[in-house]
């Protein structure tokens, strides 16, 4: 039995990095822990189009894996086809936003969100008043980085203790979420820096199914 | 390393029921689990006052444990002392009032609280509303069973059916919450009578407290 | 210029209901209005997958009719691709479902939902939080009739009647909504036999739609 | 018929303004649109009691305009009497506050509000609290200016500028709200230099009335 | 000095009863404390146009009090006119309306509201709205009774107790408000018929300004 | 008969600062007014662990006056016991946390607090969550000075100007609260140089016990 890891855009990059931010996890995990990209995904998830259109792919995907799924991971923090996943399988489905959002819960009374870009900040209050989160909420602030800067570890670390110590100064949030797929690599020195637990979504989910593979023991 | 289950009550009778809920999850938990009484708390967690004393015995409890211990359970549904321990241990803490809410936020929109007695249900809320839950709950509704007919099994189901079929009809919850620490063994019956999710908090505590032991790994 | 009404399922009796729904309004448009149905959607919207699976070809359809359009409206209660038809297009895009939650809070202070099936107040629900106004909702109760009844006007509007009078007098409802597109052929007699308003989603959404086409002359 | 847009101020500047703001929409509108003030009325909406006492002179006005009325506009943003003359007229009443935060739900996710003084701002967050809207509120921000610099158009340009900025890049807000009556003149250079929708209230809520006129064709 | 209670209508029955009412207080009160009709308003406050015609006959009375007024009450459930009193008033101000429900929260955790009309629970949800404190309702259901049956006490009481039983058994109120000014003699009776507390908001408005005018000797 | 304090530190200079914070309504109060300190509590309530810790001791100290007692007043921010003294006691018993926000809101409509240390935050936002008041608050903001400085009174006071100016010009609070029990002795002069009302919670707590116990001369 396999627990499925779904990254639903086609980056193997990306995919790669999941798979390492993951995988001290498979020393611990009693199934195997596979990372799969979505071929027919695009490149990256950054419209509402993206995040509405790797759906079907991606349930035809899950229901390739089903019989020899322990459990499956939406791994985009949009978590697009999450319900849909949810309704067509009898295992644990699991999306990184919302398990970084649920792992933060039990981290601190209000979590700031370090988010890529300027523009997903609506899709995820949206999504949080969607699951009756906002209330949790302490800010959402983009650090605004383009791809050339984000390729550049010094400069994405600095801009993301700027912006988080400004969550935790300014906006009063006691735990942080990196607000994407592919920053945990930044988790840990974050954390030590800022003094507040930081939450990547992509571990907080595996985390989370793990759990619940063991939860499905007792049915 | 062990993963302690802290029922701050001090009845062997809970603590057993206790330990027999979770003990499917023992094949596939990286560690050993253990359930604990607390022999200064009360027969049973009743009243605001309970909830309230129980919580310095309890943190003398978990201390004692804190070298070995890969995470704390506490196990009333009222999460007694969750915050001060939390503030104590360098350790994963989970509460199983709150793990009970965070896992049925993944099975369903609105959640509904099967509880004992009418008395606890203000209690209940004034929990969600600190949480910023309030918005995923459809109804908290009390069995009001008293000692003696709780102890009929057939009776005890009978009611827990009763009021889960108005949770999910009359006030649309589709997915259902045990809203005490000793009432897993009805829980898949229940489930199965119903037709949607049934959460025991002690199950769902474990299993997200064995994700957490992995998350661990990744820091 | 024309003002396009895109019904996201293949099925004519419906569209055609949209249209007999819709044109005591094109007497006062200043602008054509034409009623579509999505030639690849399903039969009907009834699982999270088909809200999903027809935004592709829905964005698609909206493509070929951007230049000539004064505004779109979706035409399914579940309001599916309006975020992505938003991002899409530079035309005014209304959901019927949002616009008929947009109207009733012009008219009562909390509304109430006839849905046709239980299976998806859930999704309301979820999408009401999405839009912040889940304080505004009375009750969102089903009428729970299959195909074959719904065939049956009689059987029908009684069902509505009774539904819409427990919401009005139990839950305080003092406005309802249909909520589905097919229902407007009762919506003003059940308006007069309740004596609360009554919204048609498809009514409400082209009736927003006229407006913000006349909005759009002030840019 | 007629679609009345009752200023309750006595004012004739600000009336013949929002004849202006809202004169682009006479090519398109099915009725005469007429804008009155209210003699009775205080030279400006400053108090409470100003918002109070403008109530009675305001229904007054309206009921001997009631026959010949396709549907009344209230165009003040504190929508005095709003409800009051809903109660006493069969026609639709939309007020300018209510219409420009609804059309303001579906340009965006979070709002925010340029208000012309500090303390209106109270005022506006107990409205946005009684119309259950908060959750969707970025932020409402005073752009302090007295009568003298109001007259300024370059000096109240760049104030309206400089808090836009900050409600857009501080508080996340992705559509704007001219919290005012006599702003309208300002909207597009605003919306152009910002790049996000900037709202009307005016303008707003005289298309929904275009809407809600051409809906009543459907009963 | 004294402390006025302004009833907003121009019933001396109604003004007596609340006199009675707040009477036993006045033996601890350290000022007088006088009830006032208000000869302009009307004979019952029960339109939204009683609520706003009032404000300007109310403010004229109230200023004329003012120099020896140690505070004042608004002795409507309504509360008219109390933002436009503080606003001209130097001395404390309560409505009767606010004084019950923040009452209510130091006594439960959810409080259900008797209403005499079904018509007037909209307007006591929006003001809760306004308040912020809608996650406190647990509901609010009219007695609907007419003139004739509210002159009958054996059958008014049995209504209220009827009432009063649905808001505590089914909605999980704690603690009941009475929702309107003229209910105080049924309080007690009330309260050790259903076991849970009572508040009349016209003795919870006068206990917090006796308190309000104590505070007033800490500035 | 005696108002009663309970100041659960064990602090004989916080206790007296309490005794002449609320010296002045003794002149008006109906009954003795007696402020006691905790022989078995911390110096200071900083940590959850003192929170639930001092409440057995404080339940064991209010049973010994329950007799001779009008009202009971708990007088530390974090109202620990609050809920368990009012399940013990016949007598009313108010928090001076619950007290401050419920003052407040009867002030302004949103409140900004002063907090001392920024690990306080958290459980005041937790706190507003379980009483449904989130919508009420402004932010909470820390001035974050050590022992050393808060005992310098100019610096201390400088220091509240400048996070009061930020909590009304920034946050937009109309209403201040000082959110610890020791500050009284400020709240008059940062009244007047911020020009909004400022809340002191021991004032406000014993302010409302005295109208408490007015009230309850109608049982």
Do not use: W
Not at 22 to 34: G, L, T
Request: hydrophobic residues 45%; glycine residues 8%.
């Amino acid at each position: 039995m396999t627990l499925h890891i779904l990254n639903p855009n086609s980056s193997r990059v990306v995919t790669d990095g999941i798979d390492a931010a993951i995988d001290p996890m498979r020393a611990v995990s009693p199934v195997e822990i596979r990372c799969h990209l979505l071929a027919e995904g695009p490149a990256g998830i950054e419209t509402q189009a993206h995040v509405d259109g790797v759906v079907l792919p991606l349930l035809a995907q899950a229901r390739a894996l089903e019989d020899g799924a322990s459990a499956f991971v939406v791994a985009c923090f949009s978590d697009p086809g999450l319900a849909a996943l949810r309704e067509q399988s009898r295992k644990p489905v699991l999306g990184i936003g919302e398990s970084a959002y649920l792992t933060a819960l039990t981290l601190g009374q209000r979590f700031g969100i370090l988010s890529i870009k300027r523009g997903s900040v609506a899709r995820h209050i949206k999504t949080l008043g969607a699951m009756g989160l906002l209330d949790r909420l302490a800010a959402d602030r983009p650090i605004d980085l383009g791809v050339a800067e984000l390729s550049d570890r010094a400069r994405t670390f600095a801009r993301l203790t700027e912006i988080g110590t400004r969550l935790r100064d300014d906006d009063s949030a006691d735990v942080l979420i990196l607000g994407c797929a592919g920053m945990a690599s930044y988790r840990l020195d974050l954390e030590n820096t800022l003094g507040i637990p930081v939450v990547d979504p992509c571990q907080a989910a595996t985390a989370m199914a793990i759990g619940r593979i063991a939860l499905a023991r007792c049915s």
